[in-house]
């Protein structure tokens, strides 16, 4: 809890503005940005439709809490990671997951311990770029791009999306657990 409140002291004392959210309600399709994203027992991946690109990682092995949950939601966070990246900034990100706990978990900002980095890292992401995010639950059957790279079946990924491009990404450092030296 202390951690978490000196953050949010850091962020009121670095940020420009009176206000952390712009409490704006946006629509599914005023999204500027789509990012489609998975994790399963072997690795991490995500999709971005608009650029028929995709972006795959192995499961770490140095998680915090290795279980679905947290690969799902690392992956995520990943994404908006990458997204946060993008020059000019996408004011409306919308992020698909296919766990509905990883989405509660990005609706509610409330997380089990462990989980709390990942979203600590994630809104100030958001704050520093003037991002809103959206993070919704999406069927299985409706992600096969994002499932496909997160098994690393890269073959069936350019099957399903032809000229897709896919990289590789390492997943946020910071948000593992590892041991700070």
Known sequence: MICDLGWFADCVQLNHGLHFFEDVEWDYE???????????????????????????????????????????????????????????PQRRLLVYTDLLDSDEMFHSLRAGEG???????????????????????????????????????FQLASQLVPGIRIGFFEPLQNTLGAVKK
């Open 30 to 88: 005023d999204a500027n940005f789509i990012i489609f994203c998975d994790a399963s027992g072997v690795g991490l991946g995500f999709y971005v439709p608009s650029k028929l690109l995709g972006f795959a990682s192995s499961i770490p092995p140095n998680a915090l809490i290795p279980n679905i949950l947290f690969y799902e939601s690392l992956t995520v966070a990943s994404a908006v990671a990458w997204a946060t990246e993008l020059h000019p």
């Open 115 to 153: 989980y709390n980095e990942l979203l600590l890292f994630v809104t100030e992401r958001l704050i520093d770029q003037h991002i809103s995010l959206r993070v919704c639950h999406v069927a299985g059957v409706n992600n096969p791009v994002a499932d496909a790279i997160s098994r690393g079946l």
